[in-house]
Structure formats: structure tokens, C-alpha cells
């Protein structure tokens, strides 16, 4: 390491709580967000920490083993991307944010560039510029993936609870159950249906299965083969099926389609179908 580069490594270094404090003095307020000026104490020390954290990173793109830039900035990543994502900071904050800490960061080392003891040519500028200017990019570039990867993340979490809740296997007696089926079913979720609804009854050790579409507001002829492909699956495992509340048009569509219903024990309500199985609902009064 050169000697010029690691004056400028241990200054940058010793001034990072300067480097920090400039930051925080150019936040503006802005309801809601992390980066507000008038956020609370706790999130202004998380703000310092992982700002300190910030410039270490960059500043280590200044040492000659590069491997130690590329650890410190995966690790600074994966916390920051992490911290704002459950905080649900928007990414545009966040790269706004970083703009600011380049901003200050170049203040400091601007200060150390006009002084005159320091001996420093154009040429180093210019090296110096390209080198920190190319950290900060890269920091925007692995944030932005860690952050895509964990808000991906989230989302499939919520989209697997979301099926769960949406397509529910209750048992009701012995080993009857309900699949009562509510609102839209596209072509994906009707996917999500066919492909857990059998093991969830295997797990439940369900042999009659009544599937409730009363409650759904559009049942389309792709989701209708899927249904059908359900109740074939069903059967095979041994599982009786009953269909309860499918509407006319719906009936229809799937004896133009070759769909065989024939087979299956279907009814207008399940209140009747449960009935037919000699369970009865007793209503409150």
C-alpha cells in the first residue's frame, strides 16, 4: 500500500464520525422514513452503525488486498439490506441515502486534498476518484441484489400463506372434511390447489372430501380442469370427493370440455350435501 494511499486510509478512518455527522446534517424530514432527521434515538444509533460501517467499506477499496473490500461489502449488504427490508424502507431511500454518504465522504477527503502538506498529483486525484467512485457503485449494485432477493423472499412467504389460508382442509368428523374454496381462482392458485390439497389429506387421514366452490365469484375453464384433475387425483388415493355450489355455467362449460362429472356426488349447497351424508348443521336461532 502506498504511503500516500494509507495517509488517506487512516484519515478517512479516524474521521468517520465527522464523515457521519455531516451525513445525518443533510437528512431532511420525511414522514415515515428511517432516514427522517427527526427519527428517534434508537434509529439514529442503528443510523451511525451501519454508516460507520458504510465508510469502512468503501474505505477498504483503498488497500491493496481487494478480497478485503468484496468481504467487508458483502457482509455490509447483507445487514443493510436486511435492516431495511424489515423496516420496509423503500429501496429509492435507501439509494438516496447513499448519494448523501458519498456526498459527505467526498467533502472529507476534498478538506484533505487542499492542504498543503500532503503532496498529492493529479494523477492520484484522478486514481483515487475512480477507485472510491467504483466502491460506492458496487455497494448500490450488491445492495440492490441482497435487497431484491430478501423482499423475494418475504413475498413467496407471504404467497405460501396466503395459498395455505386460501385452500384450508378442515376436518369435521372422523374423516370428513372441508375444502371450502372462496373468491377468485386463477390459473395459479387452482395450480397451488391441485398440487397440495391431496397430501394435506393423506396428512389428515381424510377419506371424504366435500370441495365448496358457493363462495367463488369466477371459476374459468382452465381452473375447471384443474378441479377435475383434483378429484381425479383424489380418487386414486382412495378419497371420495363431493362438489358442492358449482354454478350452472360453470356445469356447463365442463360437459363442453369433455370434463365427467358423472362420476362425482355434486349438490346446489353444502348444507345439502353434508345432509346427504347424514351430517346435519344445526343452526343458531
Known amino acids: 500500500m502506498d504511503k500516500i494511499d494509507e495517509n488517506l486510509y487512516r484519515y478517512i478512518l479516524d474521521n468517520s464520525s465527522k464523515i457521519t455527522e455531516n451525513w445525518l446534517a443533510l437528512r431532511e424530514k420525511q414522514f415515515g422514513s428511517i432516514y427522517s432527521m427527526d427519527s428517534n434515538e434508537e434509529i439514529e444509533k442503528l443510523l451511525r452503525e451501519q454508516n460507520t460501517l458504510t465508510i469502512k467499506t468503501v474505505?477498504?477499496?483503498?488497500?491493496?488486498?481487494?478480497?478485503?473490500?468484496?468481504?467487508?461489502?458483502?457482509?455490509?449488504?447483507?445487514?443493510?439490506?436486511?435492516?431495511?427490508?424489515?423496516?420496509?424502507?423503500?429501496?429509492?431511500?435507501?439509494?438516496?441515502?447513499?448519494?448523501?454518504?458519498r456526498e459527505a465522504y467526498w467533502g472529507f477527503i476534498t478538506d484533505y486534498m487542499l492542504k498543503d502538506d500532503t503532496g498529492i498529483t493529479k494523477a492520484t486525484i484522478i486514481r483515487w476518484s475512480r477507485l472510491i467512485n467504483r466502491a460506492f457503485d458496487q455497494l448500490n449494485r450488491e445492495f440492490t441484489e441482497q435487497y431484491y432477493l430478501l423482499t423475494k423472499e418475504r413475498l413467496l412467504a407471504q404467497q405460501d400463506l396466503i395459498n395455505e389460508l386460501g385452500a384450508p382442509v378442515i376436518p369435521i368428523i372422523d374423516a370428513i372434511a372441508v375444502l371450502p374454496l372462496i373468491g377468485d381462482i386463477d390459473t395459479y392458485r387452482a395450480k397451488g390447489i391441485l398440487?397440495?390439497?391431496?397430501?394435506?389429506?393423506?396428512?389428515?387421514?381424510?377419506?371424504?372430501?366435500?370441495?365448496?366452490?358457493?363462495?367463488?365469484?369466477?371459476?374459468?375453464?382452465?381452473?375447471?380442469?384443474?378441479?377435475?384433475?383434483?378429484?381425479?387425483?383424489?380418487?386414486?388415493?382412495?378419497?371420495?370427493?363431493?362438489?358442492?355450489?358449482?354454478?350452472?355455467?360453470?356445469?356447463?362449460?365442463?360437459?363442453?370440455?369433455g370434463l365427467d362429472f358423472s362420476q362425482v356426488s355434486t349438490h346446489s349447497t353444502l348444507k345439502q350435501a353434508l345432509s346427504k351424508q347424514g351430517i346435519k348443521l344445526y343452526e343458531r336461532k
Open 59 to 101: 474505505t477498504s477499496a483503498l488497500l491493496e488486498d481487494k478480497t478485503v473490500f468484496i468481504e467487508t461489502m458483502e457482509q455490509w449488504a447483507t445487514l443493510v439490506a436486511k435492516s431495511r427490508v424489515e423496516s420496509d424502507t423503500p429501496i429509492y431511500e435507501v439509494l438516496e441515502a447513499l448519494n448523501k454518504v
Open 195 to 257: 398440487d397440495t390439497t391431496p397430501s394435506k389429506c393423506i396428512s389428515k387421514n381424510i377419506s371424504h372430501l366435500f370441495i365448496d366452490l358457493s363462495g367463488v365469484s369466477l371459476l374459468d375453464t382452465m381452473v375447471a380442469q384443474q378441479i377435475y384433475q383434483l378429484i381425479g387425483t383424489l380418487n386414486l388415493l382412495g378419497i371420495q370427493s363431493t362438489i358442492s355450489g358449482i354454478r350452472p355455467e360453470v356445469a356447463q362449460t365442463s360437459i363442453q370440455l
